[in-house]
């Protein structure tokens, strides 16, 4: 006969339930907060928390949700960032790429590159690189290039130094700049969750499309563009920028090489406004 069967029960769940206490039992009397489940500090909690009673320090919680920054997010005027809007703050921005630390600004409008009497003066701006369309699709030095197009006329760019001049709460004149062919790329390759930021903004929505749905970057056109001299009006584009779309078919925004006239011609494509944070 086992020995066990003449135990009584309640005696042998008893004893289970001692065992399975015991590692408690220990950790109570060795004031281990962290074997008793209380392994969070305060700052990591979302809602109630329960203290350790031989550590207050100690908690048990629910955990807090760790913010990631990520295109669409909204910028305030303060450089912070979230996905939501929050009470209380100025929202100026969107964010475009959390590496870069850049975001466009909420609002857009139509600027030519350069204005109509730039055929008249110059073809190529000083100290600004003419760049190939491969080479326009990695820059990324919008504000540089802001800078070079503001030193060399204040009325011969309009759209540079619209962005230059530009100013929010919380932002100066030159905080914002008109963005590269890089950064317009990494914008509009992101058009939904963009979109949503913006209207989560109350801002303007990106468009898509060609002619008057294009961004004006601030990337110049390589030098076979600009010219040799003479009246150039006629031959459709100069040594101006490169402009942006996406056309949304294949959900890929490109350089349209064959539409930087409109850079200069009219009243110019959109513009964006970008801002480093």
């Known amino acids: 006969m086992n020995v066990y069967s003449k135990i009584p029960l ?19 009397v060795s004031n281990d907060c962290s074997a008793l489940g209380y392994t969070k500090s305060e700052s990591a909690c979302s809602g109630d928390i329960i203290r350790c009673p031989f550590d207050t320090s100690k908690v048990f919680c629910k955990e807090k949700e760790v913010y990631v920054m990520a295109a669409g997010d ?26 870069r630390r850049i975001a466009s600004y909420k609002f857009e409008t139509n600027r030519q590159w350069a204005s ?15 760049l190939t369309d491969e080479q326009a699709k990695n820059d ?3 504000k540089s290039n802001t800078s070079a ?14 962005c230059y001049n530009l100013t929010t709460v919380g932002t100066s004149k030159g905080d914002w700049y008109l963005p ?52 150039v009006s006629s031959r459709g584009y100069t040594c101006a920028s490169y402009v942006i779309n996406y056309s949304g078919d294949d959900n890929k925004a ?15 494509p959109r513009v964006r406004c970008f801002i480093k944070f």
């Open 140 to 142: 990324f030095n919008g």
């Open 116 to 130: 109509s009497n730039y055929y008249k003066v110059q073809m190529d701006v000083p100290n600004l690189p003419n």
């Open 74 to 99: 909204l910028l305030y005027s303060d450089k912070t960032t979230s996905k939501n809007m929050i009470e209380g703050k100025t929202v100026i921005g969107v964010v475009v790429d959390p590496s």
């Open 180 to 231: 590269a062919a890089g950064e317009l790329l990494l914008m509009l390759n992101k058009f939904n969750q963009m979109n949503i930021g913006f209207a989560k903004a109350a801002g303007t929505q990106l468009t898509k499309g060609y002619s008057r749905a294009e961004y004006n970057s601030s990337t110049e056109t390589h030098n076979s563009d600009c010219g040799g001299g003479g009246d």
């Open 254 to 268: 490109s350089i349209d090489s064959s539409n930087r006239y409109w850079a200069v011609w009219s009243e110019g």
């Open 10 to 28: 309640y005696l042998l769940s008893a004893g289970l339930t001692f065992a399975a206490a015991a590692p408690v039992l220990a950790a109570c």
């Open 149 to 162: 197009l503001v030193i060399a006329s204040t009325s011969l760019y309009p759209a540079a130094n619209y």
